[in-house]
Nanobody
Framework: QVQLVESGGGLVQAGGSLRLSCAASGTIFSFNVMGWYRQAPGKQRELVATISIGDITNYADSVKGRFTISRDRTKNTVYLQMNTLKPEDTAVYYC???WGQGSNYWGQGTQVTVSS
């Protein structure tokens, strides 16, 4: 069983910064992809950023240049540094880890609220 525990969400003013963390525990395959997704009220869950083998990163266009994803493989932890936050970044942010064909796990989510 794999568990993902997120932390670091909260309330911030527009232009501010937050750093999300997600620690994975359990039986985890080394060659995995970790990422962050978000879901705003009334909208579908969307990709924010992923980091894969060789630390190759991928970002949604809406966060490029403002958000940075990184990971510590020794701790099975992924981070999301969010700068220059905008009200439209308000959402529940979910951590994800996946590998192979059928291994796909989600965290419980952490709320990020950006006030204008």
């Amino acid at each position: 069983q794999v568990q993902l525990v997120e932390s670091g969400g909260g309330l911030v003013q527009a232009g501010g910064s937050l750093r999300l963390s997600c620690a994975a525990s359990g039986t985890i395959f080394s060659f995995n992809v970790m990422g962050w997704y978000r879901q705003a009220p009334g909208k579908q869950r969307e990709l924010v950023a992923t980091i894969s083998i060789g630390d190759i990163t991928n970002y949604a266009d809406s966060v490029k240049g403002r958000f940075t994803i990184s990971r510590d493989r020794t701790k099975n932890t992924v981070y999301l540094q969010m700068n220059t936050l905008k009200p439209e970044d308000t959402a529940v942010y979910y951590c994800n880890i996946r590998w192979g064909q059928g291994s796909n796990y989600w965290g419980q989510g952490t709320q990020v609220t950006v006030s204008s």
